[in-house]
């Protein structure tokens, strides 16, 4: 069983940056690949960004290619998403969750843990 815990979301201008962070327990977290995906209202949950074990290979979604990046410290326990650029599009409720061994980084049903979520607003 793992506990993720996002923090970080708020209101920011359109332009502006945010720092999500995702808290996970369990000693075995360096061994899981991590993800970021967000729902917006009325709409399905979406791939933002995904990252391997060891934080040697990260995944994007076309809309946030090169303005987010995706980052982990095992040490820490904790995976981070670094939102530049921000757009009222990006606007959404953000979640960590822990990838199924084999599965895709880009459907959501192939995660098996997810936190309970951090609301991101960008106002234009």
């Known amino acids: 069983q793992v506990q993720l815990v996002e923090s970080g979301g708020g209101l920011v201008q359109a332009g502006g940056s945010l720092r999500l962070s995702c808290a996970a327990s369990?000693?075995?977290?360096?061994?899981?690949?991590m993800g970021w995906l967000r729902q917006a209202p009325g709409k399905e949950r979406e791939f933002v960004a995904g990252?391997?074990?060891?934080?040697?290979?990260?995944y994007y979604g076309d809309s946030v290619k090169g303005r987010f990046t995706i980052s982990r410290d095992n040490a820490k326990n904790t995976v981070y998403l670094q939102m530049n650029s921000l757009k009222p599009e990006d606007t959404a409720v953000y979640y960590c969750?822990?990838?199924?061994?084999?599965?895709?980084?880009?459907?959501?049903?192939?995660?098996?843990?997810w936190g309970q979520g951090t609301q991101v607003t960008v106002s234009s």
């Open positions: 969750a822990v990838k199924s061994p084999g599965g895709s980084y880009y459907y959501s049903s192939d995660y098996d843990y």
């Open positions: 369990g000693r075995t977290f360096s061994s899981y690949a």
């Open positions: 990252i391997n074990w060891s934080g040697g290979a990260t």
